[in-house]
Nanobody, 121 residues
């Protein structure tokens, strides 16, 4: 089994910064993509940013230029640096990893439990 644990959420004022982390543990051969998603109350979960094993990244238009995703393949960890935060960034943030548990098994998606980010004065 694979477990994802997020950290770094909290309450921040508009214009502030936060750094989220998500670390995976368990039976892991390799991790293809690492991504961050968010879900605000009453809204669908949406992609925030994603990074491949090769380092290619993709961002939601709403966060481009403000958020940066990075990964540490040795530590099986993904980070999301969030700058210039806005009240509309308020949501529960989830990480998702696409994992090969063994060299001979297909890709499976695993989700973290979520961490709350609240941007408010």
């Amino acid at each position: 089994q694979v477990q994802l644990v997020e950290s770094g959420g909290g309450l921040v004022q508009p214009g502030g910064s936060l750094r989220l982390s998500c670390v995976a543990s368990g039976s892991i051969f390799s991790i293809y993509t690492m991504g961050w998603y968010r879900q605000a109350p009453g809204k669908q979960r949406e992609l925030v940013a994603i990074i491949t094993s090769g380092g290619s990244t993709n961002y939601a238009d709403s966060v481009k230029g403000r958020f940066t995703i990075s990964r540490d393949n040795v530590k099986n960890t993904v980070y999301l640096q969030m700058n210039s935060l806005k009240p509309e960034d308020t949501a529960v943030y989830y990480c998702k990893f696409a994992v090969y548990r063994h060299s001979y098994t297909p890709l499976y998606d695993y989700w973290g439990q979520g961490t709350q980010v609240t941007v408010s004065s």
